[in-house]
């Protein structure tokens, strides 16, 4: 006989299993049809009220749900509150199922429940405790590179940028190999994002600019000729690329935040040379880098010509190994490392480009699966090969412009030698602001007809000419640009995405005629 026989019940072991799999899709279910109708309807409330507020603010506030996945304190309480969760909907799963079997239980019946609640609960306990372990991942990764930044210790107003229209942020590819002292900055990259829209411009500046000049102030007073010997415009210890480890470490005084010295000179000298206020930098270790995309999965590319891996021009060492023309191609972590910084037979301007396609290349795969299913690795490699000085009560606002990025148009503009005016050794940089002011003002003009600015561009405070600048257009690919792009005076940037394209006549003729180094 049942001994509690005004328990509700099912009125059949496969009605109880039924009821079972329903309570692990939709908590408090079971609970009111076995007889805990309060119970069950708070609990189903409070499900229903979590999920319409989640998706409220996703939809409508979806700043607001970044600055909570982005505030440590959040996220470990979201991680212990994830895993509490998990205990209880496992509790649930289970009460259902022993209070709706129908009695007497038969033999075969208990097993066939045992086995079916042990499957639902261990489906209700792994997303809850994945979860609450990425919770506490991304607690520790805000902390690790973001926790002490703070707008007052940069000396800036928190997102005074949303009043400008455009957030302007240098990009630093850092490498500090055995051969070398210190850091070498050979990537260097301004990303000049509107604030509305998304639409941004990449100015790359090759790493061997000389005479980089400074702003009034302090470090104009130090360097009034720029970063520069007075004596040879050629020597590599005043290339644009040393001014991050040797400037902070020439003048330690003009620097009180020693974490980001580097980081504030070349801010100071790469927004004087373009005539932008950068807002913040971010230094990628290129040892690191590597590790990073295979910890995001590799990265697809295109590529119309052959790219080298190894070599050296100077030594007359041929590279053993190199990328081939093809489209849609999956790189690992060190085939994109010599993607992005491979020199044999290409000159800077070469790998500047192939460089702003790696970047556009990140942006458009950076979706929430691929990021999710490879989290806790990504956070891990993160923390070791970023440094940036983004205020945290900034990142929410950041965040949601990368996210805007991912369907932005994006142009670019490489400063490079001999090309549009430019001269690395003696850079008119009065030119090279009027060219970022109107490279600026195609990335409203090219966009989509109905994009439009959300404010004027920046000016320079520095008066400059009005040459007509030439440039470059190319029709290539979203990985590897082609080799001899065709001028359009009319235009000084090119819209990434063209240039990063799959070219096929250019890829076919690449692999016809190979270069000599390929075998």
């Known amino acids: 006989m049942d001994p509690q026989p005004d328990r509700p019940r099912a009125d059949s072991f496969a009605g109880a299993a039924g009821w079972t799999v329903l309570t692990t899709v939709v908590p408090g279910v079971g609970l009111i049809r076995a007889g805990h109708r309060a119970l069950g309807t708070v609990v189903l409330s409070l499900v229903v009220a979590a999920l319409v507020t989640l998706g409220v603010l996703v939809a409508v506030r979806r700043e607001w749900a970044l600055a909570l996945v982005v505030n440590p304190v959040f996220l470990r309480g979201a991680g212990i509150g994830l895993a509490a969760l998990g205990l209880l909907w496992v509790g649930t799963v289970v009460l259902v199922h022993l209070r709706l079997r129908p009695a007497p239980v038969r033999t075969w019946q208990r097993w066939a429940g045992f086995l079916m609640v042990t499957v639902l609960t261990f489906a209700v306990a792994a997303p809850s405790a994945v979860g609450a372990r990425y919770a506490w991942s991304q607690a520790d990764l805000v902390k690790a590179v973001f926790g002490g930044n703070t707008a007052q210790a940069a000396g800036t107003v928190p997102q005074v940028w949303k009043q400008k229209g455009r957030l302007n942020v240098l990009l630093l590819g850092g490498d500090s190999g055995p051969d070398r002292t210190g850091m070498r900055t050979d990537t260097v990259m301004v990303a000049s994002i509107d604030t509305t829209t998304g639409d941004t411009v990449l100015f790359g500046l090759p790493r061997n600019t000389a005479r980089m000049p400074f702003p009034a102030g302090p470090l104009h007073k130090a360097y009034p000729n720029g970063w520069y010997d007075g004596v040879n415009a050629d020597n590599p210890l005043y290339f644009l690329n040393s001014l991050y480890e040797f400037v902070p470490e020439q003048h330690p ?4 935040d020693t974490v980001h010295a580097g980081g504030d000179a070349m801010k100071a000298s790469v927004g004087e040379a373009l005539g932008l206020n950068i807002d913040y930098y971010a230094v990628v270790d290129l040892a690191g880098f590597e590790r990073l995309i295979d910890a995001m999965g590799g990265v697809t590319v295109n590529i119309n010509t052959y790219i080298p891996m190894g070599g050296s021009t100077d030594a007359h060492i041929l590279p053993k190994q190199w990328l081939s023309p093809g489209a849609d191609q999956h790189l690992d972590g060190n085939q994109a490392l010599w993607y992005a910084r491979g020199r044999f037979g290409s000159d800077d ?24 299913s490879r989290y806790e690795a990504i956070a891990r490699e993160f923390q070791g090969v970023v440094q940036t000085d983004i205020p945290q009560e900034d990142l929410p606002s950041v965040l949601n412009l990368a996210l805007l990025m991912r369907t932005a148009n994006i142009r670019s503009i490489a400063f490079t030698n001999g090309v549009a005016g430019f001269r690395s050794a003696r850079p008119d940089f009065a030119l090279m602001r009027t060219q970022a002011q109107e490279a600026i003002k195609e990335s409203y003009t090219k966009a989509s007809p109905s994009a439009t600015p959300s404010a004027a561009p920046q000016t320079s405070t520095t008066p400059t000419p009005t040459p007509t600048p030439t440039s470059t257009k190319r029709t290539t690919s979203r990985a590897t640009p082609t080799p001899t792009p065709s001028a359009t005076p009319s235009e000084t940037s090119v819209n990434v995405r063209s ?15 190979p270069p000599y180094w390929v075998k």
């Open 253 to 256: 005084e003009l620097f009180p």
């Open 349 to 372: 301007f070469q790998r500047m480009a192939r460089q702003r396609c790696v970047i556009s290349a990140l942006a458009d795969q950076a979706n929430v699966p691929n990021l999710l």
């Open 499 to 513: 240039v990063c394209a799959y070219d096929p006549v250019a890829a076919q003729e690449a692999i016809a005629n």
